[in-house]
């Protein structure tokens, strides 16, 4: 049993509200655009989950599309096809 003050396993800075909205990646020096499912996010940057590109890297200048407002961003980390993104 732990204390009711112990941390959690996924203590955060800031909570991540969950959602699930449709979204673009434009990445590398095409601009090529990659499909997401944007899993959470906040003013500090979003989880997102590729649709179509497994094992895909991001790399290279960065801009999330979501409902044609475009966010600058940069890769903090990606694991399989889940990208975690911070905005500039």
Do not use: Y
């Amino acid at each position: 049993m732990t204390a009711p003050d112990a941390p959690t396993a996924d203590a955060r800075r800031r909570p991540r509200p969950r959602v699930a909205m449709r979204g673009q990646i434009l990445h590398g020096m095409h601009r090529e655009c990659a499909d997401v499912v944007i899993r959470n996010l906040t003013d500090g940057g979003a989880k997102v989950r590729l649709t179509a590109a497994t094992g895909v890297q991001i790399t290279g200048p960065l801009t999330l599309r979501i409902a044609s407002v475009d966010r600058p961003c940069v890769v903090a980390w990606q694991s399989g096809d889940e990208v975690g993104l911070r905005f500039e």
